[in-house]
């Protein structure tokens, strides 16, 4: 079956870092991928999305690449904000159709001034 | 209007108690979702409905009892719950296609089972 690999939590980050939150998966056929925030106390917002291998989806500054060779989707920004602290999942879609996504566990991410 | 709304956003009741939650959207989405999420724990689903008709159902038990009564709207009705029910429940919707759609969340019911 289907299944997607994050990297555990907290990432703790400064202001303006760097930041990687790494994701692989484990699928048949060609499903689409994508990276979901949750803020707290609040549902979950699709940050990018990507359909086929090489895409790259990108939003807020937030990027990732649709990598097959490597079964990845890693997240990547430039500069951290503070208001970028959240739960960030990496998803893939189901062979079930309707859109019914796989989540991985959630990494949290955790930005200081 | 690209909302999902969910009401109530928060919701104690007792083991013998009866609720229902309740999920809205107006943005003509024919594919609806009641995902069910623990603390620090990626969401979980239970239930999808497509063009009003049950076509999902994850071996939910039966205490939970879903329904459609229209293309904008879902319900989740709660009877004799456990206090293990107490999560987050989130309503989403999607276009009715082939996978890879977008996904719309409310922003959840947190639901205390005491």
């Known amino acids: 079956g289907n299944s997607v690999t994050q990297m555990e939590g907290p990432v703790t980050l400064s202001e303006e870092a760097f930041l990687t939150i790494n994701c692989t998966y484990t699928a048949t056929g060609y499903p689409s991928l994508f990276w979901y925030v949750q803020y707290p106390g609040e549902g979950l917002q699709l940050l990018l999305k990507?359909?086929?291998?090489?895409d790259k989806g990108s939003n807020k500054g937030f990027e990732a690449t649709y990598r097959k060779e490597t079964t990845s989707f890693h997240l990547e920004k430039g500069s951290v904000q503070v208001s970028d602290s959240a739960v960030y999942f990496c998803?893939?879609?189901?062979?079930?159709?309707?859109?019914?996504?796989?989540f991985g566990k959630g990494t949290m991410l955790l930005v200081s001034p | 209007d690209t909302e999902v709304t969910q009401t109530p956003k928060h919701l104690v009741m007792g083991m013998t108690n009866k609720k229902s939650l309740k999920c809205e959207q107006h943005m003509g989405h024919r594919a609806m979702y009641w995902y069910k999420q623990k603390a620090k724990k990626p969401p979980e689903l239970m239930f999808v409905?497509?063009?009003?008709?049950?076509?999902i159902n994850e071996s939910v038990p039966s205490r939970f009892s879903p329904e459609c009564p229209n293309s904008s709207l879902l319900n989740l009705h709660l009877h004799a719950l456990q206090p293990e029910d107490s999560a987050l429940y989130l309503c989403?919707?999607?276009?009715?296609?082939?996978?890879?759609?977008?996904?719309?969340f409310g922003s959840g019911t947190q639901l205390s089972v005491l």
């Open positions: 998803a893939l879609t189901s062979l079930r159709g309707y859109s019914t996504l796989t």
């Open positions: 990507a359909t086929k291998a090489d």
């Open positions: 409905y497509s063009y009003e008709k049950l076509s």
């Open positions: 989403a919707s999607s276009q009715a296609g082939p996978t890879g759609e977008k996904l719309f």
